[in-house]
């Protein structure tokens, strides 16, 4: 089975050896975390926490390995991509026309999107450190 948007449609209904194989094959493909099919479970709250268990086990199986560091990276980043909010995609809206700012007469003619610059206010300067006291320490007898 394929990793794609469309094919993590298919696993809610894989059992969990199945959906192992797949968020295995999903987690080494190291997809960053906007990708569609990161999108696509997020979009299943019922696949989110089954992918979560799935993870869960791969870290478990990747303890000792030669590969752990590596894989517990992977894994990371995956759960990280599981943690991002699932998104709507937006339509695009008509841009509107663009029309000149109209004038504004009473700011002295200059159009409402000009921001003025000025020089920064100065500061109080800063008053001196008072010096801490030295403090004495007797030792007991």
């Known amino acids: 089975m394929a990793i794609g948007p469309s094919a993590v449609e298919r696993w809610l209904d894989l059992s969990t050896e199945e959906l192992r194989a797949q968020v295995k094959q999903l987690v080494s493909a190291r997809l960053p975390g906007d990708h569609a099919v990161w ?24 303890a000792g390995s030669k590969d752990e560091a590596m894989q517990k990276v992977w894994i990371s980043k995956a759960r990280a991509a599981l943690d991002q909010p699932y998104v709507p ?7 509107p026309a663009v029309a000149e700012a109209p004038v504004d007469e009473v700011a002295g003619g200059e159009p409402d999107g000009v921001i003025e610059l000025r020089e920064p206010e100065p500061q109080q300067p800063k008053q001196p450190h008072k010096a801490i006291p030295t403090m004495l320490f007797q030792e007991p007898n």
């Open 89 to 95: 995609p937006v339509r695009a809206a008509r841009k």
């Open 39 to 62: 999108q696509a479970i997020r979009r299943h709250p019922s696949l989110v926490p089954r992918v979560r268990g799935v993870l869960s086990g791969l870290a478990a199986t990747a």
